[in-house]
């Protein structure tokens, strides 16, 4: 069982930077992929970003790459997406999620848990 806890989500500024944080519990959580996903109001939910489990392999959305990056610390069980460049379509509730899969995965129903979500609005 991983519980996941983000955090870091706030109102910015268009232009500006926020860096999400998701704090992982549990016994193998370190050993999980790990993705970040986001849903903006009216629409589906999206896939951001993922890591694979040593940080060694990420994989972007096509539309974000070059402004947001993804990292993780296995010490601290905790992934980041750091975000620059911040556009008011940007806003969304942004959700971290774990899958038990030690390669990275894109897809929304490969992954297991999930988190409560963090939202992020930029303003324009």
């Known amino acids: 069982q991983v519980q996941l806890v983000e955090s870091g989500g706030g109102l910015v500024q268009a232009g500006g930077s926020l860096r999400l944080s998701c704090a992982a519990s549990?016994?193998?959580?370190?050993?999980?992929?790990m993705g970040w996903f986001r849903q903006a109001p009216g629409k589906e939910r999206e896939f951001v970003a993922a890591i694979n489990w040593s940080g060694g392999n990420t994989g972007y959305s096509d539309s974000l790459k070059g402004r947001f990056t993804i990292s993780r610390d296995n010490a601290k069980n905790t992934v980041y997406l750091q975000m620059n460049s911040l556009k008011p379509e940007d806003t969304a509730v942004y959700y971290c999620?774990?899958?038990?899969?030690?390669?990275?995965?894109?897809?929304?129903?490969?992954?297991?848990?999930w988190g409560q979500g963090t939202q992020v609005t930029v303003s324009s």
């Open positions: 999620a774990a899958a038990a899969a030690p390669r990275i995965r894109t897809r929304e129903y490969e992954y297991g848990y």
């Open positions: 549990g016994r193998t959580a370190s050993s999980y992929a």
